[in-house]
């Protein structure tokens, strides 16, 4: 056995172990031990540590690693189940497994070479802040500005105050995969990208990228179902919207490089989209689908190009708020100004869009009745535009309305450089019951029924911003009041030819306007307001302080207005009996109307008036400055006076029983000043029972009807009205019944000089009304028979008329001349008696001395006649005795005349006498008197004063 010693073992580890060549062995094998363990155990622990240590540290984020495995031999890095917390928990981003395979050719190139990278199971939770930030580019602002600031006892990263988060956006299930990678100039490698969003919805990217000497990435992106509720947070900055759902489809070569930052060529769907309003439930817009084809979309350029476009049922809707504020307003957040320097705009082409079946939906809450209509089966289209050219593009537009009607409109549009716009516009049955709510705004009305037609060119441009020249035409048009069943207007057919409108010049022209069967109503209740100005609304007045408006007036030209069949119901329950009639068949028109014509518009009108009545209406007048200068002539025609009753019992105090009635009223202004003539013709006419009226006139309105009614039971009245219309105390009607006033007072106040006239010549009024009578005697005079003969005609002219006759006497005057006639008739009987014959016996005369002084002493019987004749003889100084037999006649016949005895009875007589003299001239004589026995009628005797002779003063009645 051999001995070991120290000699032995150190010469045996000189020999195999410590020489040259076993110690590079030796080092080789640590060497390798060593990678060995630093590349499979040491750099897993580091690299894990360093990251998690990096993300808390300085990021104040978790980061969590499963495991990490590293092949210093076959250089790969396999990385599993990492998952990155954002600062407040939520997690950020997590994959289940990463693989980079890094070819041992990047060691000798110094560049990366990547046979193979996968990314298998990754997912992305990304979210948008009110601030704009999002979690993804607040983490990367941080790795830039690392370390963070620190503040506080631990040193606490500050970070700035984070607002709410919106809605969250998902990325699950992302692969990743890159081949033969090289980085190095001009080397591109096969790349693919796929994902799912955890809303829905799917992508996948398969390409080409290179990274130097420039980023080009090249390859076809495919999008299926991806759910645009993800972009709400992005929209929400310009809108407060909300998106309840939709889904992007897209297909086409996406590219990003030197030439171009972004390029996209293919096509794009989006399905049904919702999109409403943020705060509340209410949809703003959605469709059923929108396809794009043909999209050529080139940033670098500026331009988007897309072939076709197709929107299938759309729909829309606008909401106006009571403040006139609308909903898409309310929606849009104002956007910090962007300066336009710089500022490219994009050239989009489109070959040609399409929409069909679309709905818009309109809610006006701004009006007094709140409004609301729909625009269904929208279509329309529009061909060959181009942001960038000077050209119109062929469009139309058409659609059907809820409550009625239809619309077509078809042109060409131009938008750039300047709006301009050319079409055909076809309007068919547009219910005008979509007015109503608008109409309202300035009258309490409700549009029961009614349709707009419409045709013609529609024009807006740079030379004028709008302007059409068509036809148009309103039928059945219905208006009402709001709060009752009451009609306003209406007519069957309003139809204008031509229609020019031009916006720019301010000009408004159009041809003859024809209505037919027009009607309205005008109701005047009992505190004489109409229905007319109930119906308006008061409108707020200006501010004082707005600025003046400099806007020019419209220049309005009409060809005319033609009328055909119209109705005019009016009522007026005001008066005291409350009054109703009907104009109907109403036609004619009006000519030419124009602000700047000289001539005025010429009016011809007519119509029936209730059941047998016409009605005229002729002249002419400037419509925009009646009161400059106007001729207005109005007849009527066979008018029934008893309707009129509630307008005349203001005046007369009594019923209208019968009559018809012409009035031929004819006005004349000129700068305001009214220069009216009145002529009234009133048939038959006849006054029924009494109706008290404060206002009534207290005339004697009978006797006025038979002072002016004529042989024909004809009443014709002139009443002139002057004044001026621009005086505020002048009113027409207060101002025609004072002239009618005047009139009549006059006639009451003189009958007698009315019927002169009525028989000409020279006759003397107060002739005509006086018989003088001679005392004590009851025979008319010759020069009394002419003008009772004048007064006989003048009756026969006035059939309604009768006259009263009073039985006058004198006693002053008849007395004595009774006494004398009946003193003289008993001296003649005596003489009869005695058979004396005397040829014209007078109590005076000498050949009666004898009967007198026997009639004297039989009345006288204790008087002697020596006695009265001593008293008429005188007996001077030597002369004879001288006897006075005149004087003695004379006396005698005086105490023979007085001693006659006249009662008054006898003098009643007398007067009535006297008045049956008259009546009886004034009948005439004959089986047919001239007038009737009933019209001349006795009065009661009266004791009157003479001044020479008894005067007999006729009275007039009415018959």
Not at 409 to 432: H, N, R, S, Y
């Given at each position: 056995m051999k001995t070991i010693t120290a000699r032995s073992v150190w010469s045996y580890l000189r020999e195999y172990w410590l020489n040259l060549r076993r110690i590079r062995f030796w080092l080789v094998i640590i060497v390798a031990t060593l990678y060995t363990l630093v590349g499979f155990l040491v750099l897993p622990w580091v690299a894990t540590n360093f990251a998690v240590n990096l993300a808390e540290d300085d990021l104040g984020r978790d980061l969590r690693i499963e495991a990490v495995h590293t092949n210093p031999f076959t250089l790969t890095v396999e990385v599993e189940d990492l998952a990155l917390d954002d600062v407040d928990g939520q997690e950020l981003i997590t994959f289940e497994r990463l693989f980079v395979d890094l070819a041992w050719s990047s060691l000798f190139k110094w560049s990366a070479v990547i046979?193979?990278?996968?990314?298998?199971?990754?997912?992305?939770?990304?979210?948008?802040?009110?601030?704009?930030q999002t979690r993804l580019t607040r983490l990367l602002s941080e790795l830039q500005r690392r370390p963070l600031a620190r503040t506080g006892p631990e040193g606490a990263i500050i970070r700035p105050e984070q607002s709410g988060p919106t809605v969250p956006i998902a990325l699950e299930d992302i692969e990743f995969s890159l081949d033969d990678f090289i980085y190095a100039d001009d080397a591109a490698a096969p790349v693919q990208v796929s994902g799912r969003f955890e809303l829905g919805g799917e992508f996948a990217f398969d390409g080409e990228v290179q990274l130097l000497p420039e980023l080009d990435l090249a390859g076809t992106l495919d999008v299926d179902g991806?759910?645009?509720?993800?972009?709400?947070?992005?929209?929400?900055?310009?809108?407060?919207?909300?998106?309840?759902?939709?889904?992007?489809?897209?297909?086409?070569?996406?590219?990003?490089?030197?030439?171009?930052?972004?390029?996209?060529?293919?096509?794009?769907?989006?399905?049904?989209?919702?999109?409403?309003?943020?705060?509340?439930?209410?949809?703003?817009?959605?469709?059923?689908?929108?396809?794009?084809?043909?999209?050529?979309?080139?940033?670098?350029?500026?331009?988007?190009?897309?072939?076709?476009i197709r929107l299938d049922q759309p729909s829309a809707r606008v909401f106006i708020a009571e403040d006139r504020s609308t909903n898409l307003g309310e929606l849009l957040i104002e956007q910090p100004a962007v300066p336009e320097e710089g500022v490219e705009s994009f050239d989009i082409v489109v070959g040609e869009a399409r929409l069909n079946g679309g709905v818009l939906a309109l809610t006006d809450r701004s009006l007094p009745l709140p409004s609301g209509t729909r625009v269904r089966e929208l279509s329309g289209g529009i061909s060959g535009?181009?942001?960038?050219?000077?050209?119109?593009?062929?469009?139309?537009?058409?659609?059907?309305?809820?409550?009625?009607?239809?619309?077509?409109?078809?042109?060409?549009?131009?938008?750039?450089?300047?709006?301009?716009?050319?079409?055909?516009?076809?309007?068919?049955?547009?219910?005008?019951?979509?007015?109503?709510?608008?109409?309202?705004?300035?009258?309490?009305?409700?549009?029961?029924?009614?349709?707009?037609?419409?045709?013609?060119?529609?024009?807006?441009?740079?030379?004028?911003?709008?302007?059409?020249?068509?036809?148009?035409?309103?039928?059945?048009?219905?208006?009402?009041?709001?709060?009752?069943?009451?009609?306003?207007?209406?007519?069957?057919?309003?139809?204008i030819d031509e229609i020019d409108f031009r916006l720019g010049e301010r000009v408004l022209e159009l041809s003859v306007i024809r209505i037919d069967q027009p009607s309205a109503r005008v109701f005047i209740a009992e505190d004489r307001s109409t229905n007319l100005g109930d119906l308006l609304v008061e409108q707020p007045a200006a501010p004082e302080t707005a600025p003046a408006d400099d806007t020019e007036p419209f220049d309005i030209v009409i060809g005319g207005v033609r009328l055909d069949g119209g109705v005019l119901a009016f009522t007026d329950r005001s008066l005291p009996l409350p009054f109703a009639t009907r104009v109907h068949q109403l036609k004619g028109g009006i000519s030419r109307l124009s602000p700047g014509l000289e001539e005025p518009a010429r009016v011809d009108l007519e119509g029936q008036v209730a059941d047998y009545g016409q009605a005229r209406i002729n002249g002419e007048l400037n419509p925009w400055n009646p009161l400059r200068r106007a001729r207005i002539d109005l007849v009527f025609e066979n008018l029934d006076v008893p309707e009129l009753t509630p307008y005349a019992v203001q005046f007369t105090g009594r019923r209208i029983a019968?009559?018809?009635?012409?009035?031929?009223?004819?006005?004349?202004?000129?700068?305001?000043?009214?220069?009216?003539?009145?002529?009234?013709?009133?048939?038959?006419?006849?006054?029924?029972?009494?109706?008290?009226?404060?206002?009534?006139?207290?005339?004697?309105?009978?006797?006025?009807i038979a002072l002016l009614k004529d042989s024909d039971g004809v009443i014709r009245v002139d009443i002139p009205v002057q004044g001026n219309v621009n005086d505020p105390e002048f009113s027409f009607g207060p101002?025609?019944?004072?002239?009618?006033?005047?009139?009549?007072?006059?006639?009451?106040?003189?009958?007698?000089?009315?019927?002169?006239?009525?028989?000409?010549?020279?006759?003397?009024?107060?002739?005509?009304?006086?018989?003088?009578?001679?005392?004590?005697?009851?025979?008319?005079?010759?020069?009394?028979?002419?003008?009772?003969?004048?007064?006989?005609?003048?009756?026969?002219?006035?059939?309604?008329?009768?006259?009263?006759?009073?039985?006058?006497?004198?006693?002053?005057?008849?007395?004595?001349?009774?006494?004398?006639?009946?003193?003289?008739?008993?001296?003649?009987?005596?003489?009869?008696?005695?058979?004396?014959?005397?040829?014209?016996?007078?109590?005076?005369?000498?050949?009666?001395?004898?009967?007198?002084?026997?009639?004297?002493?039989?009345?006288?019987?204790?008087?002697?006649?020596?006695?009265?004749?001593?008293?008429?003889?005188?007996?001077?100084?030597d002369e004879a005795p001288k006897f006075d037999a005149t004087a003695y006649r004379e006396y005698l016949a005086t105490e023979v005349t007085t001693a006659q005895t006249v009662t008054d009875e006898d003098l009643e007589a007398l007067g009535q006498a006297r008045a049956d003299a008259v009546r009886n001239f004034i009948l005439g004589k004959g089986d047919r008197p001239a007038i009737e026995p009933d019209r001349v009628g006795w009065m009661a005797p009266i004791e009157v004063e003479a001044n020479g002779a008894v005067v007999l003063e006729i009275a007039l009645a009415a018959d």
């Open positions: 046979p193979t990278a996968r990314l298998e199971g990754a997912r992305l939770h990304e979210e948008q802040f009110d601030s704009g991806l759910a645009l509720p993800l972009v709400e947070p992005f929209a929400q900055r310009f809108a407060r919207v909300r998106v309840d759902s939709g889904s992007l489809s897209a297909e086409g070569e996406l590219s990003s490089g030197p030439a171009d930052p972004l390029t996209y060529a293919g096509s794009a769907r989006i399905d049904a989209l919702d999109i409403g309003e943020r705060d509340d439930d209410k949809d703003v817009v959605a469709w059923h689908a929108l396809a794009i084809d043909g999209i050529d979309f080139r940033l670098g350029e500026r331009l988007l190009e897309m072939s076709t535009y181009s942001s960038g050219q000077e050209k119109p593009s062929p469009f139309q537009v058409s659609g059907r309305f809820d409550l009625g009607g239809e619309f077509a409109f078809d042109g060409e549009v131009q938008l750039l450089p300047e709006l301009d716009l050319a079409a055909t516009l076809d309007v068919d049955g547009l219910a005008l019951a979509l007015a109503e709510p608008f109409a309202q705004r300035f009258a309490r009305v409700r549009v029961d029924s009614g349709s707009l037609s419409a045709e013609g060119e529609v024009h807006s441009g740079p030379g004028d911003p709008l302007t059409y020249a068509g036809s148009a035409r309103i039928d059945a048009l219905d208006i009402g009041e709001r709060d009752n069943d009451e009609d306003v207007v209406g007519w069957q057919a309003l139809a019968t009559g018809r009635m012409d009035l031929d009223l004819g006005y004349e202004l000129e700068d305001g000043r009214l220069d009216a003539s009145n002529h009234m013709v009133l048939r038959d006419l006849g006054l029924g029972e009494r109706f008290e009226h404060p206002a009534a006139t207290n005339l004697p309105l009978s006797l006025l101002a025609i019944r004072q002239a009618l006033t005047d009139i009549l007072q006059g006639i009451i106040s003189s009958p007698f000089s009315l019927l002169a006239s009525l028989v000409g010549g020279d006759a003397d009024p107060d002739e005509l009304a006086k018989v003088a009578f001679p005392p004590g005697s009851s025979e008319v005079a010759p020069a009394q028979r002419e003008d009772l003969n004048l007064l006989r005609a003048a009756l026969d002219k006035r059939p309604a008329l009768a006259i009263e006759l009073p039985a006058p006497y004198a006693p002053d005057v008849d007395r004595p001349a009774l006494q004398r006639q009946r003193a003289r008739a008993a001296m003649v009987e005596r003489l009869d008696q005695a058979g004396i014959d005397v040829a014209n016996p007078s109590l005076e005369a000498a050949e009666t001395s004898d009967t007198v002084e026997a009639m004297f002493t039989d009345r006288y019987p204790q008087r002697a006649l020596a006695d009265v004749r001593e008293r008429f003889t005188t007996a001077a100084e």
